[in-house]
């Protein structure tokens, strides 16, 4: 049971036992007229009673079966000769089939359902018992004749049409004119028919007989030309005989005509139209209203109730309207929904992609061809019951089934089968395995795939393809959400080799598309060429440094870093394998040395999980640019070209985004290894260069500086009077000794520092027997090698007491400046014994929630009073 109760097709239908043949006989669905005349063939057309039983009784073979019996039966004015003009399968061969039957089977055919309208309707109370018939089949007579009774042999089609009409007498009237092979003319043909009345000919594939006729000369013409002139003397003499009429049927181009030459082949259908020009045409299409009931009477032995087919269209109806900006406008109306209803088992899309966008192509034989495919589609869905079958949509249409693509490639030609196989069986069903879930479940690649290539064969190229609108219709069923469907056709165009998207329409062509092209670059660049690629496009994204770093990019060993007294920003390999361990060497060594300036390293480690798909895309990215420097580029058309710079600029902004994401995570050395640094500063992540990012990571860290508090240099040197500390050492201190800040400008921020700590009375500068102290230090005495620091050791004049009084002080700061600034006035604060000091921490980010417990249990080991203020979510 399916979707709300609904039934799928293959539990309510029952189809006809023949389409569940092994091996579909070719011909079941095609006649030949010379086949069953003798009594060959599948009784569904041998048989007279069986032939009408399954045979849909269109309006207009109706009309034409009740012209030829009026007249045949002397009640009616119809015209004597009518020519049958349709496309290959349009219905030609199956109408005079029913004509031989009702000549040669009145008894049998009177009283069945489809004749009595006909005889009432004539006034006639059963079928003309004594019709003479002949069939002439163009492709089932050799032109060198045949053998009949007593010896003779027939050796033209007035020969044959005497002889069946009637018997060795009736041959013997045109006897001499049929061993001479010259037409006995219109007179000796009019005695002829009047004698044997009620007379019906039946002629079928006339151009294939003439042009075997065209071998075999006769004097100085040829059969050919005997044959011609016959034709048109036996439309004069049927026209004279009052219960005489003639078929003739003849393609409606010179497309259908079986010759190799197309020259040829417009000569002999021009030829035939002179002969039978001024002959009733009488087309006999099945019209469109008509075509549902042909394919069900045909195909099904039973469609089920009319219940169980307004359950299913209500399905699909319902779910149309809830996506009705999904499918195109027509589906919307009221005549829709009555055509689904009629066309049930088959969705309407099926029928109209097989006779309006196929019907016209040369190689398909409308009804005949659409019956045999139907009935391998039928064959097929039927073996593999899908629970989603409602009804019979073009997504049904299985090419994995080798007899169902056999059908179809044949009305292109042997390529296809490769771009078939390759693209909607291979390539689509990758994709669909890609996306999983109902994707692969329902096989929404491969069917998305399977309705492109479908619609994209027609006879003109003004219907060639489809829509995104139509595609979904061909596809989706309840309950898929059709942005499935656009998720599924996106990824067509960038995967699939020879489908093209042109005017907003999905289009399969033989020639490869962009896809297929760039691909081919993409197998001739080697991997070396990829990381080349790479790393220029890494130095692109790392930035110049901001004025801070010295940048280093994907050095081919650590040792290869430089030692400088300054930050440097090391962007790792990708492929490294032990990012920890190469960091560690980096840290020991320089070149063949000890490295001096440990704690300037700042590391950023790429993700080594990520790293195949980012040369994917640099692999692409440089097929791309090979491509556009092609001269095959300059061959394209102006919308493959604008796709090649448009995906070259997507790529580069594709590669960019992705090494920001790769390159995520920054460390400095630790003792005994390096230590990531963590931050989630908003304006770190939004950073269009790593530079940029890493600079606000250790920003938010507290980390990075860019000046240094001189209370900082006293606590941290420790100054007495037995250890002066050189200048040189100063410097050495931030930038070798591991988890000191990181300085922008270490010499700069050093030499600051100690003037200002000078001017402070903090500590003391001596060169030489000069000593610095409480004033300013020249510049280029900091620039001399025998500088070094020394404690204040002289007297300072006290100066006079401040008068005291009970004060309150409050600060406001950054988090950040929190480090510096205790170590800068911890010596003022711990002078001040009586005094309690408040912090007030405000933080709106919501981030100090994730440090609570920590700090909660450090600030109460110290004896702080602690207390929690909540304000409510953060924004």
Same mark, same amino acid.
């Given at each position: 049971?399916?979707?709300?109760?609904?039934?799928?097709?293959?539990?309510?239908?029952?189809?006809?036992?023949?389409?569940?043949?092994?091996?579909?006989?070719?011909?079941?669905?095609?006649?030949?007229?010379?086949?069953?005349?003798?009594?060959?063939?599948? *009784?569904?057309?041998?048989?007279?009673?069986?032939?009408?039983?399954?045979?849909?009784?269109?309006?207009?073979?109706?009309?034409?079966?009740?012209?030829?019996?009026?007249?045949?039966?002397?009640?009616?004015?119809?015209?004597?000769?009518?020519?049958?003009?349709?496309?290959?399968?349009?219905?030609?061969?199956?109408?005079?089939?029913?004509?031989?039957?009702?000549?040669?089977?009145?008894?049998?055919? +009177?009283?069945?359902?489809?004749?009595?309208?006909?005889?009432?309707?004539?006034?006639?109370?059963?079928?003309?018992?004594?019709?003479?018939?002949?069939?002439?089949?163009?492709?089932?007579?050799?032109?060198?004749?045949?053998?009949?009774?007593?010896?003779?042999?027939?050796?033209?089609?007035?020969?044959?049409?005497?002889?069946?009409?009637?018997?060795?007498?009736?041959?013997?009237?045109?006897?001499?004119?049929?061993?001479?092979?010259?037409?006995?003319?219109?007179?000796?043909?009019?005695?002829?028919?009047?004698?044997?009345?009620?007379?019906?000919?039946?002629?079928?594939?006339?151009?294939?007989?003439?042009?075997?006729?065209?071998?075999?000369?006769? +004097?100085?013409?040829?059969?050919?030309?005997?044959?011609?002139?016959?034709?048109?003397?036996?439309?004069?003499?049927?026209?004279?005989?009052?219960?005489?009429?003639?078929?003739?049927?003849?393609?409606?181009?010179?497309?259908?005509?079986?010759?190799?030459?197309?020259?040829?082949?417009?000569?002999?259908?021009?030829?035939?139209?002179?002969?039978?020009?001024?002959?009733?045409?009488?087309?006999?299409?099945?019209?469109?209203?008509?075509?549902?009931?042909?394919?069900?009477?045909?195909?099904?032995?039973?469609?089920?109730?009319?219940?169980?087919?307004? #359950?299913?269209?209500?399905?699909?109806?319902?779910?149309?309207?809830?996506?009705?900006?999904?499918? &195109?406008?027509?589906?919307?109306?009221?005549?829709? #929904?009555?055509?689904?209803?009629?066309?049930?088992?088959?969705?309407?899309?099926?029928?109209?992609?097989?006779?309006?966008?196929?019907?016209?192509?040369?190689?398909?034989?409308?009804?005949?061809?659409?019956?045999?495919?139907?009935?391998?589609?039928?064959?097929?869905?039927?073996?593999?019951?899908?629970?989603?079958?409602?009804?019979?949509?073009?997504?049904?249409?299985?090419?994995?089934?080798?007899? =169902?693509?056999?059908?179809?490639?044949?009305?292109?030609?042997?390529?296809?089968?490769?771009?078939?196989? +390759?693209?909607?069986?291979?390539?689509?069903?990758?994709?669909?395995?890609?996306?999983?879930?109902?994707?692969?479940?329902?096989?929404?690649?491969?069917?998305?795939?399977?309705?492109?290539?479908?619609?994209?064969?027609?006879?003109?190229?003004?219907?060639?393809?489809?829509?995104?609108?139509? =595609?979904?219709?061909?596809?989706?069923?309840?309950?898929?959400?059709?942005?499935?469907?656009?998720?599924?056709?996106?990824?067509?165009?960038?995967?699939?080799?020879?489908?093209?998207?042109?005017?907003?329409?999905?289009?399969?062509?033989?020639?490869?598309?962009?896809?297929?092209?760039?691909?081919?670059?993409?197998?001739? !660049?080697?991997?070396?060429?990829?990381?080349?690629?790479?790393?220029?496009?890494?130095?692109?994204?790392? +930035?110049?440094?901001?004025?801070?770093?010295?940048?280093?990019?994907?050095?081919?060993?650590?040792?290869?870093?430089?030692?400088?007294?300054?930050?440097?920003?090391?962007?790792?390999?990708?492929?490294?394998?032990?990012?920890?361990?190469?960091?560690?060497?980096?840290?020991?060594?320089?070149?063949?040395?000890?490295?001096?300036?440990?704690?300037?390293?700042?590391?950023?480690?790429?993700?080594?999980?990520?790293?195949?798909?980012?040369?994917?895309?640099?692999?692409?990215?440089?097929?791309?640019?090979?491509?556009?420097?092609?001269?095959?580029?300059?061959?394209?058309?102006?919308?493959?070209?604008?796709?090649?710079?448009?995906?070259?600029?997507? #790529?580069?902004?594709?590669?960019?985004?992705?090494?920001?994401?790769?390159?995520?995570? %920054?460390?400095?050395?630790?003792? &005994?290894?390096?230590?990531? !640094?963590?931050?989630?500063?908003?304006?770190?992540?939004?950073?269009?260069?790593?530079?940029?990012?890493?600079?606000?990571?250790?920003?938010?860290?507290?980390?990075?500086?860019?000046?240094?508090?001189?209370?900082?240099?006293?606590?941290?040197?420790?100054?007495?009077?037995?250890?002066?500390? &050189?200048?040189?050492?100063?410097?050495?201190?931030?930038?070798?000794?591991?988890?000191?800040?990181?300085?922008?400008?270490?010499?700069?921020?050093?030499?600051?520092?100690?003037?200002?700590?000078?001017?402070?009375?903090?500590?003391?500068?001596?060169?030489?027997?000069?000593?610095?102290?409480?004033?300013?230090?020249?510049?280029? %005495?900091?620039?001399?090698?025998?500088? %070094?620091?020394?404690?204040?050791?002289?007297?300072?004049?006290?100066?006079?007491?401040?008068?005291?009084?009970?004060?309150?002080?409050?600060?406001?700061?950054?988090?950040?400046?929190?480090?510096?600034?205790?170590?800068?006035?911890?010596?003022?604060?711990?002078?001040?014994?009586?005094?309690?000091?408040?912090?007030?921490?405000?933080?709106?980010?919501?981030?100090?929630?994730?440090?609570?417990?920590?700090?909660? *249990?450090?600030?109460?080991?110290?004896?702080?009073?602690?207390?929690?203020?909540?304000?409510?979510?953060?924004?």
């Amino acid at each position: 049971m399916g979707l709300r109760g609904v039934k799928s097709v293959w539990e309510i239908c029952e189809p006809h036992r023949d389409v569940f043949s092994r091996d579909l006989d070719p011909s079941l669905f095609a006649i030949s007229l010379h086949h069953v005349a003798c009594g060959d063939g599948d *009784r569904d057309y041998t048989d007279a009673e069986r032939f009408f039983s399954r045979t849909f009784m269109t309006r207009a073979l109706e009309n034409l079966l009740e012209r030829v019996i009026g007249r045949l039966a002397g009640r009616g004015s119809g015209a004597p000769i009518l020519r049958l003009e349709t496309a290959f399968g349009g219905g030609k061969t199956h109408t005079m089939t029913a004509l031989l039957h009702i000549a040669r089977s009145p008894e049998v055919l +009177g009283s069945h359902e489809a004749i009595q309208p006909i005889l009432e309707r004539l006034g006639l109370r059963a079928l003309p018992g004594d019709i003479r018939v002949a069939v002439l089949d163009g492709r089932g007579l050799n032109v060198r004749g045949r053998s009949i009774e007593g010896g003779l042999t027939v050796k033209t089609l007035w020969g044959e049409l005497a002889y069946q009409v009637g018997g060795r007498d009736g041959y013997a009237m045109l006897a001499d004119a049929d061993q001479t092979c010259t037409s006995p003319g219109a007179g000796r043909l009019t005695e002829f028919l009047k004698r044997y009345q009620p007379v019906l000919v039946l002629m079928d594939e006339v151009l294939e007989y003439l042009i075997k006729a065209r071998a075999v000369k006769v +004097g100085d013409s040829s059969l050919m030309e005997q044959t011609g002139t016959f034709l048109g003397d036996l439309t004069a003499a049927v026209s004279a005989v009052p219960q005489g009429v003639l078929t003739v049927s003849l393609p409606a181009s010179s497309l259908e005509v079986p010759t190799e030459s197309k020259d040829d082949a417009e000569r002999f259908f021009q030829f035939a139209k002179k002969i039978f020009g001024r002959v009733e045409l009488v087309e006999t299409p099945v019209a469109e209203d008509e075509v549902f009931g042909v394919l069900r009477r045909r195909l099904f032995q039973s469609v089920g109730t009319e219940r169980d087919a307004k #359950k299913a269209v209500d399905l699909l109806r319902n779910y149309y309207d809830r996506y009705a900006h999904a499918f &195109p406008d027509r589906v919307l109306s009221p005549d829709y #929904k009555e055509r689904m209803l009629r066309a049930y088992p088959f969705h309407p899309e099926v029928v109209d992609l097989l006779y309006e966008r196929w019907g016209p192509h040369p190689q398909f034989q409308r009804t005949r061809g659409a019956l045999r495919l139907l009935a391998l589609v039928i064959r097929n869905l039927w073996t593999r019951r899908p629970g989603s079958a409602f009804m019979i949509q073009p997504h049904h249409i299985a090419l994995s089934d080798r007899y =169902i693509r056999g059908e179809i490639v044949r009305l292109l030609d042997s390529s296809w089968e490769s771009i078939v196989t +390759g693209d909607v069986l291979d390539r689509a069903a990758k994709l669909e395995q890609e996306l999983g879930g109902d994707y692969m479940k329902e096989q929404l690649g491969v069917g998305a795939a399977t309705c492109a290539f479908l619609y994209s064969i027609s006879a003109g190229m003004q219907h060639s393809g489809a829509t995104e609108e139509e =595609i979904r219709m061909a596809l989706l069923r309840p309950d898929i959400n059709p942005a499935m469907a656009t998720e599924v056709l996106g990824r067509m165009r960038e995967q699939l080799w020879y489908l093209r998207y042109r005017d907003r329409r999905y289009l399969f062509s033989a020639r490869p598309n962009l896809n297929k092209v760039i691909l081919d670059f993409e197998g001739q !660049i080697s991997d070396d060429s990829v990381t080349e690629a790479l790393e220029r496009r890494l130095g692109t994204v790392a +930035g110049r440094g901001m004025d801070i770093f010295q940048m280093v990019i994907a050095p081919e060993s650590p040792e290869n870093v430089p030692d400088r007294a300054q930050p440097t920003l090391v962007l790792l390999p990708l492929e490294v394998e032990d990012p920890l361990q190469w960091m560690k060497r980096a840290m020991q060594s320089a070149a063949d040395r000890i490295r001096a300036n440990r704690n300037m390293l700042i590391f950023v480690v790429p993700e080594s999980a990520k790293v195949e798909a980012l040369r994917s895309v640099v692999r692409r990215l440089v097929a791309l640019e090979q491509v556009a420097a092609s001269p095959s580029f300059r061959e394209m058309d102006r919308e493959d070209q604008l796709q090649v710079k448009e995906q070259l600029k997507d #790529k580069e902004a594709e590669l960019e985004g992705q090494l920001r994401q790769v390159y995520r995570r %920054v460390f400095r050395p630790g003792d &005994p290894e390096p230590v990531e !640094i963590r931050g989630s500063n908003p304006d770190a992540i939004k950073a269009t260069a790593l530079d940029e990012f890493v600079k606000g990571t250790l920003d938010q860290a507290g980390v990075l500086f860019e000046r240094l508090a001189p209370e900082y240099l006293a606590e941290t040197l420790r100054l007495d009077e037995e250890r002066p500390v &050189p200048l040189s050492q100063v410097s050495n201190l931030l930038t070798g000794v591991v988890g000191q800040p990181v300085v922008a400008n270490p010499a700069g921020a050093v030499q600051d520092a100690i003037r200002k700590g000078v001017q402070e009375g903090l500590f003391a500068v001596r060169v030489a027997d000069r000593l610095y102290h409480r004033e300013e230090v020249p510049p280029d %005495v900091l620039n001399r090698n025998d500088v %070094v620091l020394v404690r204040a050791t002289e007297q300072v004049a006290t100066p006079p007491p401040v008068e005291r009084r009970q004060l309150q002080l409050r600060v406001r700061t950054s988090a950040t400046q929190l480090y510096p600034l205790l170590l800068a006035a911890k010596e003022n604060f711990s002078k001040l014994t009586e005094a309690s000091l408040t912090v007030e921490v405000d933080d709106p980010t919501g981030e100090l929630s994730d440090a609570r417990e920590q700090l909660d *249990r450090l600030l109460r080991q110290y004896g702080c009073t602690v207390e929690w203020i909540e304000n409510g979510p953060s924004s």
